[in-house]
């Protein structure tokens, strides 16, 4: 299984691009505008899914965690592969598809090519109690992400328990702080930990 590819970015084109890992580039299929602000040279690290067929072996890559999570939802419903998978999230973010999901607005799901009202339905039907345990009342697209599965959210988390904060100042501080910090960023557990403190720092008088 390949979970991920970190290297260089030696092409880049709508829906796919080619990253040089020691040597050997591998080809990946993206949602279209995937790494936008990435240039041809540039390290990367793209997460992968790995896809299997009778006839041909597939690789699918993302940008975020919650992107592929997202992936792997819609492909486990009986006739979404993964390029209607792959179709919907360069239709609409996770955040999108989720608020779509949750409203069963079918309008949004069949302006996807290929994906007739009869596929929206199943697809509503299908994900709408799963995307509800994913995301709390309210919460926005970055929110969507699973907190526990971030690595810089559990690297800020733990540099606030190792000063002394309960769990429970942790698990609150780092969460207000994820409102103003790009948790996929360079240095984004830096800058995770920075807002936390200011977060647990009481107002100036």
């Given amino acids: 299984m390949i979970e991920h590819l970190?290297?260089?970015?030696?092409?880049?084109?709508s829906g796919s691009v080619v990253v040089r890992v020691q040597g050997i580039g591998f080809q990946a299929d993206v949602p279209t505008g995937a790494f936008a602000t990435a240039q041809v040279g540039d390290s990367v690290t793209v997460l992968t899914a790995l896809v299997f067929r009778q006839d041909s072996l597939s690789l699918f890559g993302f940008e975020t965690a919650t992107e592929?999570?997202?992936?792997?939802?819609?492909?486990s419903i009986s006739g979404i592969g993964p390029k209607s998978a792959l179709g919907i999230l360069s239709h609409a973010s996770p955040g999108q598809l989720a608020d779509a999901i949750l409203r069963e607005d079918i309008s949004t799901l069949t302006k996807v090519k290929g994906i007739g009202k009869k596929g929206a339905r199943r697809i509503i039907l299908e994900l709408n109690e799963k995307i509800k345990a994913l995301k709390p009342d309210g919460a926005s697209d970055r929110q969507l992400e699973l907190p526990a599965s971030?690595?810089?959210?559990?690297?800020?988390?733990?540099?606030l328990l190792s000063l002394g904060c309960t769990e429970e100042e942790a698990e609150?501080?780092?969460?207000?702080?994820?409102?103003?910090?790009?948790?996929?960023?360079?240095?984004a557990s830096e800058r995770l930990v920075m807002e936390a403190l200011q977060a647990l720092s009481p107002p100036a008088k």
């Avoid at 970190?6 to 084109?13: A, F, P, Q, W």
């Avoid at 971030?150 to 733990?158: G, L, T």
């Fill in 6 to 13: 970190c290297g260089d970015l030696i092409r880049k084109e």
């Fill in 68 to 75: 592929r999570q997202f992936f792997n939802l819609l492909t």
């Fill in 150 to 159: 971030h690595a810089a959210v559990e690297e800020a988390r733990d540099v």
């Fill in 172 to 187: 609150a501080a780092v969460t207000a702080a994820q409102q103003n910090v790009d948790l996929d960023a360079d240095g």
